[in-house]
């Protein structure tokens, strides 16, 4: 397990399940900083977290970034037990939109090339989100899913 030491107490937790690109695992921890999250990453990663690209899409935000690297799900689910996980699947019907978030809440997305895999969004039935798109786009940059759904979510409490 791979930890950084917590330099705040997280609002939401980010979890990148199996990332690939460190571009977009950098960018993502850069709004994990911007919004108070903890960034989560389960293995296997498409990258080393020292990667030189990783730290370079994350600017100098990556020493303020509060994150930790998982083996698996369930050493992820047994460090955030008792938590609302949102998973966000283009294949879920309810918006991220009509979620009700609230402070330590998770949000789950997968790789850029596989998404989620099966196994876990049949267990996760009523908690599964999308963020809708036009046909023409088969998702978002996962950056971006990361951001709308940070952003919706500090929006509910303010």
Request: charged share 25%; hydrophobic share 40%; with cysteine.
């Amino acid at each position: 397990m791979t930890d950084q030491t917590v330099l705040y107490t997280p609002l939401l937790h980010i979890v990148l399940h199996q990332p690939e690109i460190p571009y977009n695992t950098g960018s993502v921890g850069r709004t994990c900083v911007a919004v108070g999250a903890k960034l989560w990453l389960v293995r296997p990663l498409g990258f080393r977290v020292d990667d030189y690209y990783l730290r370079r899409a994350g600017l100098d935000y990556w020493e303020h970034l509060a994150w930790q690297v998982v083996d698996d799900w369930e050493e992820l689910r047994a460090s955030l037990p008792d938590r609302c996980y949102w998973l966000f699947t283009k294949k879920a019907e309810r918006s991220y939109l009509d979620a009700s978030y609230r402070r330590g809440d998770v949000l789950v997305f997968g790789s850029e090339s596989a998404g989620l895999p099966e196994a876990l969004l049949a267990d996760h039935t009523d908690t599964q989100l999308r963020i809708p798109t036009r046909p023409d786009v088969r998702s978002l940059n996962l950056s971006n899913a990361v951001a709308v759904a940070s952003y919706e979510a500090l929006r509910q409490w303010e």
